[in-house]
């Protein structure tokens, strides 16, 4: 819209045409990814000639495609560029902090996001327990992947045969309650990739117990892992169940942030109650 004095478009008044073209485009979807005239119409309340004339500018300058056999629309290949490019300038852990420190705030228990290293999770972002007795940890800590919490969580989701099937000679000992059985290993990262969850009891580190869940990408691929550890006697079995859906909703927003599609994580709800109130966030 423009001032009837300058021409100039008033600020904080987008023009309806902007409005009705972001409509347009977010009618489409994985589920639905070809729409008709008629259909796209309907769905943004608008009549049949605006969103044809629409979908012709739109397709004019790649945002949309026409499926010529049918008449129907898809989204077009400018999309894909300029989603690669919001995405490259994503840095997983300016995404990440807000998300750990809430975490952290909330269970006051150390939180750590970890990425895989060749032979190890390592440790990318840290956010020490406010209790006196907490778990330790730094940016740089590599975590062995068959008994620590992001360890099992970056073996499992992994796609590189290598670091899926650990040999006995790998499994190092650190505790008594260590696995270094392989085929027991394998169990473990299958029920890892079926509930989301990737836990440690003592096993790296005595009276340790930690809890960890995947980060996703826009490419559906797990790239990094939150974990939260804190001492045995208060990280119980039972702690570790009402702490779950904390970690892995932590998780799940960063990846939505990364541009995760909305496939994944099936084990999550997204019905929880906030992770934080404004309240508890407030200094």
């Known amino acids: ?14 023009t309806h045409a902007v409005r009705h073209a972001a ?16 259909e796209i119409a309907r769905r943004v309340g608008l009549n049949r000639s605006t969103v044809s004339r629409l979908l012709q500018t739109l397709q004019e300058l790649g945002f949309v495609a026409c499926h010529e056999p049918t008449g129907r629309y898809r989204l077009g290949l400018r999309i894909a560029e300029l989603a ?42 840290h956010c020490p327990g406010l209790e006196p007795i907490k778990a330790l940890g730094w940016v740089g800590r590599r975590h062995p992947g068959h008994c620590t919490s992001v360890g099992k969580v970056l073996l499992a989701f992994s796609d590189e045969p290598d670091r899926l099937a650990p040999t006995s000679d790998a499994l190092q000992t650190y505790t ?15 029920e890892v990739r079926r509930t989301g969850l990737g836990v ?12 960890a869940a995947p980060v996703w990408n826009h490419e559906s691929r797990v ?7 804190g001492p045995a006697y208060r990280l119980t079995d039972t702690q570790i169940a009402e702490l779950t859906p ?18 994944v994580a099936p084990w999550t709800s997204e019905r929880h109650e906030p992770i934080l109130t404004p309240a508890v966030m407030a200094p």
Do not use: Y
Request: aromatic fraction near 4%.
């Open 1 to 14: 819209m423009t001032s009837a004095a300058d021409g100039v478009p008033r600020r904080g008044r987008p």
């Open 23 to 38: 409509a347009v485009l977010g009618t489409f979807s994985v589920a639905e990814p070809f729409l008709g005239v008629n």
């Open 84 to 125: 690669g490019i919001a995405l490259a300038g994503l840095d997983l852990r300016d995404v990440a902090q807000v998300h750990l420190r809430r975490l952290n705030l909330i269970t006051r228990e150390t939180i750590n996001l970890a990425v895989w290293d060749t032979d190890a999770a390592v440790i990318i972002d």
């Open 176 to 190: 008594s309650r260590t696995v270094t059985d392989p085929e027991r290993l394998q169990l473990e990262l299958e």
């Open 200 to 211: 440690n009891r003592a096993e790296f580190q005595d009276g340790l117990n930690a809890l």
């Open 223 to 229: 790239q990094a892992a939150v974990g939260l550890a």
């Open 246 to 263: 904390r970690v892995q909703e932590t998780a799940l927003a960063i990846s939505r942030e990364l541009g995760a599609p909305s496939h």
